[in-house]
């Protein structure tokens, strides 16, 4: 074989192996894609919150407030999730006594680690449990009928505002199928939340009426790791701590 020959034939396969790689970059970047969705968290700061204990049973006056435990745990994941996913915040429960509040705090953001835990920070838990709508108004700040989404609902308690979770699901999955909502459950034992079977059933179908995850935690360990699960980028996430 001439010189030619073999330049020509080298040549074609390194074309080949470039368009191979080139092909295996593409499906890493679609596998990833959905990391990339904005996200809303949907902040629990009602009255319960203020309580301690992370299942029924549990609590003790001496014990850190559970309000206190999700902000330490937000602390230390949310620098690393907002490197790269623009997440906002809705915050229900504290304002006016006794009433089912819903604040629209920071519509996602870049790099918004700090503005959302200077809001949970300074949040006085207070107030009833509309979580049906806060999840809803998290939706609409999401513009879940036009584009894919992720909702991430923290909660203590049952909805004490009249909502549906679980109609809310079937609604919004139906309005929107790119619409994920997770759930994070604190305050559950032997997965009954302190307020009964029928809400813990209704909150868990939520999630799986959306393609969630409901998760219920019981250390601030498993809270850390649920918000990892829920919000964070586990490829992107090693890429970006690996460099």
């Not at 319960?48 to 902000?71: H, K, L, Q």
């Not at 949040?123 to 449990?129: C, F, I, K, S, Y």
């Not at 302190?194 to 998760?215: F, H, K, M, P, R």
């Amino acid at each position: 074989m001439n010189s030619l020959a073999q330049a020509i034939r080298f040549a074609a396969a390194a074309l080949v192996a470039g368009a191979a790689a080139f092909a295996a970059d593409a499906v890493r970047a679609e596998e990833r894609a959905p990391c990339t969705e904005d996200a809303m968290l949907v902040f629990d700061a009602s009255g319960s919150m203020a309580g301690n204990g992370w299942g029924y049973g549990s609590e003790n006056p001496t014990a850190v407030t559970r309000i206190e435990r999700v902000r330490s745990a937000l602390g230390k994941i949310l620098p690393r999730v907002t490197r790269l996913r623009r997440v906002g915040l809705i915050t229900y429960g504290p304002g006016p006594y006794q009433k089912c509040n819903v604040q629209l705090d920071l519509r996602p953001t870049a790099n918004a680690a700090a503005p959302i835990l200077a809001t949970v920070n300074g949040l006085v838990p207070g107030g009833q449990t509309p979580m049906s709508e806060a999840v809803a108004q998290a939706a609409e700040v999401l513009e879940h009928r036009a584009k894919p989404g992720v909702i991430v609902l923290l909660t203590d308690g049952e909805e004490t505002c009249g909502g549906k979770p679980c109609a809310l699901g079937k609604k919004l999955h139906a309005q929107s199928p790119g619409l994920t909502v997770h759930v994070i459950g604190l305050r559950v034992e032997g997965g009954l939340s302190w307020t009964g079977e029928n809400s813990i059933v209704d909150t868990q179908c939520l999630a799986e009426q959306t393609g969630g995850l409901y998760t219920k935690v019981d250390t601030e360990d498993e809270l850390i790791a649920a918000l990892e699960k829920a919000l964070g980028c586990p490829m992107l996430t090693q890429d970006v701590e690996g460099r």
